[in-house]
């Protein structure tokens, strides 16, 4: 491939995410939405009619058959992820993975060791480290701008009520919440900090055995993370990382970073932005977040759709190059993060939720 050449992509699957990928890819440069599978054929083709020149396919072997596709977006449930992706490997279709790669490690492994000896491009969509105020905080704390990062904090948490057929509390279908919500945060301490030194952990389960809530406590060389998520409340959805000559907030949802802030000290930080969604927090990070102030600064990157347009630029642009791995993005990268997943997971929970 050249560098002028646009990939064609085609997604699998039609739910919310497959939504924001087919909106945000006409914001990204090089990359075009050229097919969608589905095994109901009928949803395809609905989908496909909302996206002008999108043809349509009843299952993924069809689509990757077809010539119409350089890629596939596996938008699918977590359970699905492992037959798919390595049905695209064996097809030598590259691929990305919607979060997280597998619901489980040993399957993370099984892609990489069938990507590495076929020579496949395979990336998990973890839009959020790719968003412009992340990568540029990235690049903030490397130059120091906060000095010596002491601490990292991340919670992301939103309520929902239990339902055992829900994807978000159904075992089979790779449901808990730190696969849906925890996997960002420990991926992008990883992102900022490196590789953690030690994990200390306690999750709580609810009525189907999944985790409801989990809390983290992750060593790194000279800086301590902790890091919370669930579904049992409504966090604060803030990262907050504190140096020696300052503190750094991305406002809530993190996940969607549009802007990162940097405060003087920890206690202007947790007054001025505290995260959360009640009236008076909210209240306070409108009036307080506009207002010119000594010694803090701003920084906003702000950008069109949902944000998926700059993973699908970066991976793109790696597909373009024969690359077998997104540079910022490797496999080994999913899999640490599961590693650290599936060690939480393997102690037993500290309390079953069943309130929830």
Not at 4 to 26: H, K, L, V, Y
Not at 304 to 319: K, P
């Amino acid at each position: 491939m050249t560098e002028n050449t646009t990939i064609r992509w085609g997604i699998a699957g039609t739910g919310t995410i497959a939504t924001q990928f087919a909106s945000d890819i006409g914001f990204a440069r090089g990359a075009t939405l050229s097919a969608v599978c589905s095994r109901d054929l009928a949803k395809a083709r609905q989908f496909a009619v909302r996206h002008s020149g999108v043809a349509s396919f009843g299952s993924l072997q069809s689509m990757i058959s077809s010539g119409e596709i350089d890629a596939v977006y596996i938008a699918t449930p977590n359970a699905v992820h492992l037959a798919q992706t390595l049905e695209c490997i064996a097809a030598g279709i590259p691929v990305l993975v919607e979060k997280p790669l597998t619901a489980s490690l040993g399957e993370a492994l099984e892609i990489e060791k069938a990507a590495r000896a076929a020579g496949s491009f395979v990336m998990e969509a973890l839009w959020s480290r790719y968003l412009p105020a992340t990568t540029n905080l990235r690049r903030a704390l490397r130059d120091g701008r906060i000095g010596t990062i002491r601490k990292l904090e991340a919670d992301l948490a939103w309520k929902h009520d239990y339902d055992p057929e829900s994807r978000f509390f159904d075992k089979s279908q790779g449901g808990g919440a730190l696969h849906d919500l925890g996997i960002y945060a420990i991926s992008l301490a990883r992102y900022l900090l490196g590789d953690p030194l030690s994990v200390e952990s306690s999750w709580r389960a609810a009525p189907s055995g999944v985790d409801i809530a989990s809390t983290l406590h992750m060593r790194f060389s000279g800086v301590t993370a902790e890091i919370r998520c669930g579904f049992n409340r409504q966090g604060s959805n803030r990262l907050l990382i504190e140096g020696d000559k300052g503190v750094v907030v991305i406002a809530a949802p993190f996940i969607k970073a549009e802007r990162f802030t940097v405060y003087p000290s920890r206690r202007l930080a947790d007054l001025l932005e505290p995260g959360g969604n009640s009236l008076p927090e909210k209240l306070r990070r409108k009036i307080f977040t506009r207002l010119p102030l000594p010694g803090v600064e701003r920084h906003v990157h702000g950008f069109q759709g949902s944000g998926l347009q700059f993973e699908i630029e970066a991976a793109s642009s790696a597909i373009r190059q024969g690359l077998g791995e997104e540079p910022d993005n490797r496999l080994e990268d999913a899999i640490a993060a599961l590693r650290v997943i599936d060690a939480v997971l393997a102690k037993p929970p500290a309390a079953q939720d069943t309130a929830a």
